[in-house]
């Protein structure tokens, strides 16, 4: 798994947004809030706009707000916004990539993670963060030990 500030970025705005929802806030308050520079965050906003999860109004009451309720944006849904498909393969879907003899079976190991990779991020919404209540199944997943800890080449058990 591999997230890019760019990502991170946006989701972390948009979780800003959905804290003020239905409120609005200039991107200089949100990049302040969140230590994102205001340059980076203001073509992410318009990413993010172009999308129609975001809009603007300009003026004195304006500054950016969620087009949707925020229980009805995922995290998925703000991913997908700055980097396209959830999980690729050499920049191809998981299930378009193909392999020879005794690593064919690598093609349902790629669709299989990035299933579960998708499971999590659709079930957790823009409102669930800003509540600090996660789904049931993701904080099941988030509780367990072995989450917290990165494995580097040969993972210790």
């Known amino acids: 798994m591999r997230i890019s500030a760019r990502v991170d970025y946006a989701v972390r705005?948009?979780?800003?947004?959905?804290?003020?929802?239905?409120d609005a806030l200039t991107c200089d308050r949100?990049?302040?809030r969140q230590g994102i520079p205001a340059r980076f965050l203001q073509a992410i906003l318009g990413d993010l706009q172009h999308a129609?999860?975001?809009t603007s109004q300009r003026g004195r009451d304006g500054g950016y707000r969620l087009a949707l309720?925020?229980?009805e944006v995922s995290i998925a849904r703000v991913m997908r916004v700055e980097q396209g498909f959830l999980a690729e393969v050499h920049g191809q879907r998981p299930e378009d990539a193909t392999y020879p003899g005794v690593a064919a079976e690598l093609t349902s190991v790629w669709v299989a993670a990035r299933d579960s990779y998708r499971r999590v991020l659709e079930q957790v919404t823009?409102?669930?963060?800003v509540a600090g209540r996660l789904p049931?199944?993701?904080?099941?997943?988030a509780e367990v030990e072995s989450a917290w800890r990165s494995f580097g080449a040969t993972p210790v058990d």
């Open 30 to 32: 949100i990049a302040e």
């Open 136 to 141: 049931t199944a993701v904080a099941e997943l």
């Open 52 to 54: 129609r999860l975001v």
């Open 126 to 129: 823009l409102a669930d963060v």
């Open 13 to 22: 705005a948009a979780i800003e947004l959905a804290a003020a929802s239905p």
């Open 69 to 71: 309720p925020p229980a």
